[in-house]
């Protein structure tokens, strides 16, 4: 989202986010005791200046942060980055001390399809939604808001996201970096094959090759692995291999899109866990690619299993990512028969695919009233019979 708006938006986030960390579907009986430490893996929400986990206010002070386990600094926690580490629960909110943000995908784009809102990195398609934020990089943590069809084949990205059960990837955040800012290349995935002798194994679609890395852990098939090095065709040389292992008997924050959802067995893949949510309160409904948040305790070592206590559904669906033009402004006028919006004399057409977002949440049509401040992204080359490009998202700020 732009900064303009976002700043909008910082004092009614600030006051959702405490209000909502003051109460909840459950009783406070059941909420964890505040001050307690507590393992937070997956999205950041909120905007820049007013950063939030799971609806609580985000306090990143003086944590210490490192982006694939190299070293970091607390601005680079942006909306739609996604966090892995250790933090205190405050009457104030969470309180980081100390997190890895963590990229899918960091690699050249070899293709882009923008009617699909997907393109492909090392090899992994990327979907893009509405929520995905994407933006340019550069001097000094400045960063400007980017759609879909400003990225180009060759550009360098770093992907944040969640990877499904298919194997693609759905990005909640795309940072396109300036030249001269190109690492490694980086990926995550899943360990099988493993050869000892040969020094190598298979992940993310690569026969990766480690015999010159360093290994932070215990390669074994079955492991999820951070990887980075060079790509070259399907074969990967690796430079450093992280084994990831989630957290064990602590309690647990988390917070994304969802994927494997099995509702038979009442489990889902969230970050590095499988999420058993057979005795957790829901509130929504979950569907496959379901961006929720999480709250439980881990298993003990050598499982992945979380126990979920608490599901919650904040966006069921993240819309249609395919958008070419943002406009932030003042509603001027709105037709619900037509379902048009316009901001001064621009106007935009709606359908029910369109998503709207009030609050950091879901909303409807009926949410956007004149006078209101909207951010809206749309696709220029799908027009109405009038001409008017179409929505995929608005954002309702306060009249």
């Known amino acids: 989202m732009s900064k303009v708006f976002q700043q909008m938006l910082i004092a009614g986030l600030a006051a959702l986010a405490v209000a909502c960390s003051s109460g909840s579907a459950s009783s406070a009986s059941s909420q964890p005791t505040p001050s307690a430490s ?6 950041v929400s909120g905007t820049t200046g007013a950063l939030s986990f799971n609806r609580q206010p985000m306090l990143t002070g003086s944590a210490t942060v490192t982006v694939n386990s190299q070293p970091g600094t607390t601005a680079q926690i942006q909306p739609g980055t996604v ?27 070899s293709s882009i399809d923008l009617t699909g809102s997907r393109f492909v990195v090392l090899g992994k398609t990327v979907l893009v939604d509405a929520l995905t934020r994407i933006v340019q990089e550069g001097p000094r943590d400045a960063q400007t808001s980017l759609t879909l069809a400003d990225l180009k084949t060759g550009d360098y990205v770093e ?13 909640t955040r795309v940072e396109r970096e300036t ?38 852990g215990t390669l074994a098939n079955g492991v999820r692995v951070e990887v980075r090095g060079t790509a070259s065709g399907l074969s990967f040389a690796a430079v450093w291999v992280k084994i990831e292992v989630p957290e064990s008997d602590a309690e647990v924050e988390l917070s994304g899109p ?19 949510y057979s005795a957790a309160e829901v509130e929504g409904t979950l569907v496959e690619g379901a961006q929720v948040e999480v709250e439980g305790a881990a298993g003990p070592a050598g ?11 904040r966006f069921s669906s ?22 048009t919006i316009s901001l001064g004399s621009v106007t935009f057409w709606t359908d029910g695919a369109t998503l709207f977002v009030k609050g950091e949440a879901p909303a409807t049509f009926s949410a956007v009233t004149v006078g209101a401040m909207a951010e809206i992204h749309a696709l220029s080359t799908k027009t109405n019979t009038a001409g008017q490009a179409y929505a995929s998202l608005v954002v309702v700020g306060g009249s």
């Open 179 to 216: 030249a001269g800012a190109i690492d490694a290349d980086t990926f995550h995935g899943t360990v099988s094959a493993l050869d000892t002798t040969a020094k190598t194994f298979q992940a993310g679609g690569f026969l990766v090759s480690y015999g010159s890395a360093t290994v932070s």
């Open 83 to 109: 966090i892995q580490g250790t933090a205190t629960r405050t009457s104030q909110g969470i309180q980081l001390v100390s997190v890895n943000l963590h990229h899918d995908l960091e690699g050249v784009i």
């Open 303 to 313: 499982t992945t299993t979380l126990m979920a206590r608490e599901v919650t559904v």
């Open 38 to 43: 507590v393992k937070v893996a997956g999205l």
């Open 159 to 171: 992907v944040y996201g969640s990877e499904k059960a298919d194997g693609t990837v759905l990005a």
């Open 318 to 339: 993240g819309g249609s990512g395919t958008s070419d033009t943002e406009k932030v402004g003042t509603v001027t006028a709105v037709d619900a028969v037509a379902r």
């Open 258 to 276: 969802i994927s494997g959802l099995d509702t038979t067995a009442k489990t889902f893949l969230l970050m590095s866990y499988k999420v058993d």
